[in-house]
């Protein structure tokens, strides 16, 4: 799993757009959050009580000083506007 989706879908809990508990089971499968962010902010993620009042707050807090927004935007809607273009070569 490369960085870029990584931060899509810190970006999609944060915007509530995947549900705390997706995001929850898919960051105990996805061990490549620690070789990019390291240790201390791998164990400090998977310490989080996901089931608690606050967990919206609590990674909100956690991520969102680790996603470059505009950045992530970009790199969005340059591979959405790519991908059209992919398919039709390849169709060719």
Request: with cysteine; charged share 25%; net charge negative.
């Amino acid at each position: 799993m490369n960085f870029l989706v990584i931060q899509i879908m810190f970006n999609e809990v944060i915007k509530q757009k995947v549900t705390v508990e997706e995001f929850e089971q898919w960051v105990y499968a996805t061990p490549e959050i620690e070789e990019y962010y390291g240790h201390a902010f791998y164990l400090e993620l998977i310490s989080l009580d996901f089931k608690g009042r606050y967990i919206d707050l609590d990674l909100e807090q956690m991520l969102m000083p680790v996603i470059p927004f505009g950045e992530l935007e970009y790199r969005i809607i340059k591979e959405e506007l790519e991908l059209p273009y992919m398919l039709k070569s390849n169709c060719n």
